[in-house]
């Protein structure tokens, strides 16, 4: 416990210590969302402050944490722990909770300035918010360490973490609400986490008092969103966790490759599901 | 004495290559080990499955009396390494760095001592970036007391250093054996291994081809002790071949001035030296012997130099 604590503690310093790291983690969130109050005439609502956290948490899980894992595992970081009467899990599990509080302060960071430049409304249920953030987190990060584990530089980390993030943005349900996308982007929104995410984080966001007509909110009406969360977030945390590299130079076998599949499958088997549901 | 480690017959391949073909050793206790070859000859493996970082084929490997294979987290415990290709965060101090590794041991060692003992005290506080190599190296060494262990491996650990900065390492490394620490060294540097080490393995192509003192090692060389000489008038290479014992005479290598005669019996080659200068009243501005060395032994039986 004292190892895991010392660590996490490290790694949080010297993240903010690191220029790049602080302008990605803090910068570029803060940008996003004075770009959606731009968009959407001055203000943030629910929806949007929902898109905006969902923005942060990808970023952090597939650019952030990647990056950093994989630029010291090149440098030999990792390869010195390796030497140390140290869990992997442990070391994994640092990692992924020291990103996930730099993502929650630029998340709370981000709701505080909605509230004061935009007046958007204070969540109305601001644990509940906590827990699904933690949630969307959790299958996002899981995403990220398989990321860090498939790719060999920083510069793949960029070109595969892109690869998730953009279509996730454009027809995933997180740049634009899933239900303005055409018929056929909605069928692809299901298999991608991100619309999931903005939906739980939307439906604890939203105040009951303020709405036209009453609908179910909450995490109560978020149950289908935390399965596929969940599902997700664990199955990639299994997939990372089993193709974990100390070394740059340690070859992944073929056969470890197939985790990274056990990685898609959790998000193929929530697509489909929510297709039988009818979700679109 | 007791050895610390044992090393049998250890094997490791690589796809169709075998980069380790039955290496055994054993080191004892308060003993330097040093483990020199050519690239590629199969020194990094070797220490890299003795260490863990890689999963031998075949063979044992027993430290302080424990299987290293079956109780790898308590062996982590009981050794310290130096390894290239490691660094730490760029914006990490010294004393972040020994705090977090301590961190990770159950009896680690002072963090404040360690940085007074290798010299880090004004360093200690600045980031791993602004460190010099020398202080780098020392911080690495640092590193690996942190647990107190009773076995080091250090790998190449003066690599690209200054003289000053090898020289206060040397210092650092002997204080380990005086601690009656087991220390498993490679290096480049033949000089090094014949100063600190006790006993030398020589490794080729994946398997141990000589073991010994350096002392052992050198009487095995079939190469013969050399007199270097310099004159002011040219000497005639035909006659000192003509010299007593004398079975080989050359001019130096390099361009430099002189001849090297290659001699079984240095003493009477030398009487019949001198003799020949005064009959041709030359005069003799430098004379030295060079005995054979380590490098003469590495080059004889590997047919490469240490940094080919």
Redesign the interface.
């Known amino acids: 416990m ?2 895991f ?3 996490l503690l ?1 790694t949080l ?2 993240n903010h ?2 220029k790049q790291a602080l302008v990605f983690g803090y910068g570029v969130p803060i940008i996003s969302l004075f770009a959606f109050g731009s968009i959407f005439g001055k203000t943030v609502d629910a929806l949007e402050l929902a898109q905006v956290l969902t923005i942060t948490a990808l970023g952090g899980a597939c650019f952030g944490m990647p990056v950093s894992i994989v630029s ?1 595992r090149e ?3 990792w ?2 722990y ?5 869990s992997t899990v442990t070391l994994i599990a640092s990692v992924m909770i020291t990103r996930f509080l730099i993502m929650l302060s630029s998340a709370l960071l981000q709701i505080a300035l909605a509230r004061l430049i935009f007046k958007t409304e204070w969540p109305a249920s601001p644990l509940q918010l906590l827990a699904a953030f933690t949630l969307v987190s959790f299958a996002f990060l899981g995403m990220g360490l398989v990321i860090a584990m498939v790719a060999r530089t920083a510069s793949a980390v960029q070109a595969i973490g892109q690869m998730i993030f953009l279509p996730m943005i454009i027809v995933g349900g997180v740049g634009i609400d899933w239900r303005m996308l055409p018929l056929w982007a909605k069928h692809v929104s299901v298999f991608l986490p991100g619309r999931y995410a903005v939906e739980i984080m939307r439906l604890c966001i939203l105040d009951p008092s303020k709405l036209t007509r009453p609908v179910p909110i909450g995490l109560s009406a978020a149950s289908f969103e935390i399965f596929a969360l969940g599902l997700i977030g664990a199955s990639a945390c299994l997939a990372g966790a089993k193709l974990f590299r ?2 740059s130079e340690q070859k992944t076998r073929g056969w470890a490759l197939l985790w990274g599949f056990i990685a898609l499958l959790g998000w193929l088997a929530v697509g489909i599901i929510a297709e039988y549901r009818k979700m679109v | 004495m007791p050895s610390q480690v044992i090393v049998r017959d250890l094997i490791k391949s690589y796809g169709a290559l075998q980069a380790v073909r039955g290496v055994s050793f054993e080191i004892a206790r308060g003993e330097i080990f040093g483990m020199l070859g050519p690239n590629g000859a199969g020194k990094t493996t070797t220490l890299e499955c003795v ?3 890689r999963d031998p084929d075949g063979g044992s490997i027993e430290i302080s009396g424990l299987d290293a294979r079956r109780n790898r ?2 062996v ?2 009981r ?1 310290g ?1 130096q ?1 290239q ?5 760029d ?2 101090t010294p004393r ?1 760095a020994l ?3 301590a ?4 009896k680690p060692a002072d963090v404040p001592t360690l940085l007074n003992r290798f010299s880090l005290n004004e360093k200690a506080d600045a ?1 791993f970036d602004s460190l010099s190599g020398g202080q780098r190296q020392r911080l690495g060494l640092a ?1 690996a007391l942190i647990n107190e262990p009773e076995f080091l491996l250090l790998d190449e650990p003066t690599a690209g250093l200054d003289p000053q900065s090898r020289r206060e390492l040397h210092d650092a490394i002997k204080a380990m054996r005086s601690d009656g620490r087991s220390v498993l060294l490679t290096t480049h540097y033949i000089e090094e291994a014949e100063l600190l080490c006790d006993r030398i393995a020589i490794i080729d192509q994946g398997k141990i081809i000589a073991l010994g003192t350096p002392a052992e090692l050198i009487s095995k060389a079939k190469a013969l002790p050399r007199i270097v000489v310099n004159t002011v008038c040219p000497l005639n290479l035909e006659r000192l071949r003509g010299l007593h014992g004398v079975v080989e005479a050359i001019e130096n290598a390099n361009g430099s001035r002189g001849s090297q005669i290659s001699t079984r019996k240095v003493g009477e080659t030398i009487i019949d030296l001198v003799k020949m200068l005064e009959a041709e009243k030359n005069e003799l501005l430098d004379l030295h012997i060079k005995q054979p060395s380590l490098e003469d032994v590495f080059i004889e039986l590997t047919g490469r130099r240490l940094r080919d």
């Not at chain 1, 390796?82 to 140290?86: D, F, H, K």
Request: hydrophobic share 40%; net charge positive; glycine share 6%.
């Open positions: 004292h190892g604590l010392t660590h490290t310093r010297l210590r690191n010291d440098r030999g970081v390869r010195r390796r030497l140390a009467p140290v100390w070394d | 260490i863990g970082l987290r308590e982590k415990e050794i390494a390894l290709n490691t660094a730490l965060q914006k990490i972040e705090k977090l590794f961190s990770f041991y159950r980031y590193l």
